[in-house]
């Protein structure tokens, strides 16, 4: 318990003695916290009017929970909170720096109204908040008459989808569209499609032997499901266990003194890498044949002429070893042949398994060693490595289940935003699948429980339209699988025609909710053309954001910390927690929590009781005592109080003021694994029960990525657009190595967990580290180009297909870790409208392109581009 109450110092530090563990104690630690008077029995003395507060970390990804020290109705401290599973008492520099944030002198304090014309810095007006919510409303209701769908709503952070993302979507109609194509959508899509679950990849830490780390940056970058801390603590974990991991990346980064080896593989080239991978463990046996029989589509029968599944009625059929004939996939007793080719009825017939082998066989080391630019006895190491830690065939007893134990892993998250993205994800998946590590014990894990996906149905029941019937293209021939990417309907805007799309469907109002696509989504330059399409746009942020510069009508002040958003999971993968964020304090200024603007804004559109049906729906409040009535606006609190009652505490949300969190103890087995359930990989969504899914059996051969592949092109879709709809992954190269010989370096992008969502280079504290935009070079290859240490030089892309050139100025910092053929640059910079970005430097979303040739085949975003790097 913690609000207005004694605290001891001592037992205060014991529990968040964590920080320490992470080498930070000095500057972020306890140890950092004013010195207070300690009365004899060595408690601190409370300050008149101080509290301490529990709430969540707001400024990061993960939530972490957090303390807030107030005193006189102002924060002026955070600490982590030591119960919250995911940060057990921690915090890293950007939650420690966030009350910065709070404070910034340059935050919103009223609503706004634009003054000049769009397509410029802004000139602006302060108006109440009356005056704002009704020019939008106004503007919505007239859109919503013609159409919903010309309302848009583009998020960037969204802390309580329940409320924003369902609620207000519902309720007005609107075409939403995420930042998840910026961000992993590629291997969202990918594990979706092929194990049905909803994430990328990450490992079982505790029981983890063998790590690949594909892209993964353990100390800096984040990760599936959570954004620092909690991969870090588990990581140290596994490796005082023993824990062996090698990174695969072309930019060493902070995971260097972490990792056992480094293989720098060129840029783009990852698919290639994991079909090598997959060659050397069919080769060597390393291959999980009961798994993949039994719990894949690997011995469903494919027809020679066609590629598509023979079947008899609807039922795909495998080859039963006991009877010697083909039976029902889903037959009682079934002996089925994982490797094998049969005629029958005249129909020449292969197991999925025996094609893959096939389509493998000259994937070797050898092969790929000139594509990923990697010694080809690495690659054949990783693989050996790979099969020999999976212990095929052991098993381990946990919570008295007994389960396949295949201690060797794959992580992976923001790497597979490259043009081959989607397919290198299942290529790695793939690998994952021949050793039996998905959801096994120590193996590859996508979710932090066993939970199956709707796309797991979904995606393999897309239904191509004629014509599109969204801007952002899904369900089109174009991209039926389609994450909804913001860079794809930019180019629509501009030429709706070449994508016959209806020119007079295209949104005409835009509410961006703590979103800045003019500067944090790739392609700037298309962004700024694209946005003056919109008649009128609304931005809710804490800050005048570069969109609302260039392009707002009216700017929302949003509160920060202050606010109330949730539910909030808190489970570090293995102990279950839930929580909330409270504000510690009322909003500052005339800000409001962005709860309560949609509330405000759900009231004068008419949209209200739908809006707080569907939150009842979501929160699962609905028919139960705790109901929320319809029939008049709901005070926040009462909403989140209402929840707690009903499913967490009977004290309800004064369970979270006194104690910030509930803990639900340890993740049982049979809630963590897939092996577990019963029967194994059992289906609990709806959607994909209702398509007579009673269990999820993995796609190893995607036979409709074929279908949708032939569809497209008889719908007149060119190669560019269907090239990666195979029933395999498939090496090709990407369209970017079509660029002349000069751009001969390939440009990739960190995310700094500092700066992470790019809200935080404003911050004095975290701008201390890191102060201006860099490119990192390989001093050799910085030699040959004349260009030495802190030179300045201009960093120019091309796109391969419409061959358009960008070029940006900025520094060069020499960096050993790198591979000779790649440069780096941070993707945080590039900020101008609050005043302590200035210097700081260029985007390199001004270089890279979007559209076709740099999105995936699901219109994800690459983040890959060549470039040329001359001295300036």
Known sequence: MFVNETITRRSFVKKAGAVTALGAATLYGLNSMPALAEDASGSIAAIEGESWIPTTCWIGKQDCGMLARVVNGRIVQFEGLPDNPRNVGTLCPKGRAQIMAVYDPYRMKKPLRRTNEKGVSGTWREISWEEALDELAEHMKDVRSRDPELLLWQKGRSKAKDFYDDAFGKATGALKMGHGGYCSDAGY????????????????????????????????????????????????????????????????????????????????????????????????????????????NSAFLVQENDGRFYRVGEKEQVWDTTTGSNKDHDAAGLSPELDGEHSIGGAKVKTAFRLFKEHVANNTPEWAASICGLPAEDIRRVAEELGENAMIGSTIVIDGKTLPYRPAALAGYHVVQQELGFQACRAALFVAMLIGSIEAVGGTRTDLTWKDYKNYSGLDNVKIKDTPDNFYLKNSKFFPINTGLPGIAAKVMLDPQKYDFPPEKIPEVCIVHMANPLVSFLDTPTFKEAWHKFKFVAVIDPWLSETADYFADVVLPAATVEKYEGPIAASNQYDDAQTLRLPPIDPLYESKGEIDIYLDLCEKVGVLSTYIDTVNKELKLAGTPNEIPNDSRPIVRDIFDRWAKEHVDPEGIAYFEKHGVKLKGKVSAAK????????????????????????????????????????????????????????????????????????????????????????????????????????????????????????EVWVESQNAVTLETRKVKTKARYIEGLRPDTVGMYNSFGLWAHPRTKGQGPTPNELYFTGEGYVTCTADQSFHVQVNVYKS
């Open 189 to 296: 899509r990918a594990c979706e499609y092929t194990t049905g679950l909803h994430g990328v990849l990450h490992p079982d830490f505790r029981h983890t032997n063998y790590l690949l780390a594909w892209g993964w940056d353990s100390q800096n970058a984040g990760g599936n499901k959570f954004c620092w801390l909690t991969w870090n603590q588990q990581l140290l974990d596994a490796k005082e266990r023993g824990m062996k991991m090698v990174a695969l990346d072309p930019w060493k980064g902070a995971t260097g003194p972490h990792a056992d080896r480094w293989l720098p593989i060129k840029p783009g080239t990852d698919l290639a890498f994991f079909l090598a991978l997959a060659n050397v463990l069919i080769e060597n046996g390393y291959v999980d044949e009961e798994y993949l029989k039994n719990y894949t």
């Open 672 to 791: 963590f694994y897939g092996h577990a359930q019963d029967p194994k990989f059992k289906a609990n969504d709806s959607a994909n029960k209702a398509a007579g899914y009673t269990w999820i059996r993995g796609r190893l051969y995607g036979e409709s990525l074929l279908r949708y592949r032939e569809e497209m092109k008889a719908k007149g879709a060119g190669e560019i657009y269907y090239q990666d709809y195979t029933p395999f992954p498939t090496w090709r190269q990407p369209t970017m190595w079509s660029s002349p010989d000069q751009y001969d370096l390939t440009l990739i992008t960190y995310k700094r967990i500092e700066f992470k969502q790019s809200r935080s280079t404003f911050i004095p504290l975290l701008a201390e580290m890191i102060p201006t935009q860099l490119l990192d070079i390989n001093p050799k290859t910085a030699r040959e180009r004349g260009i030495d240490d802190g030179d």
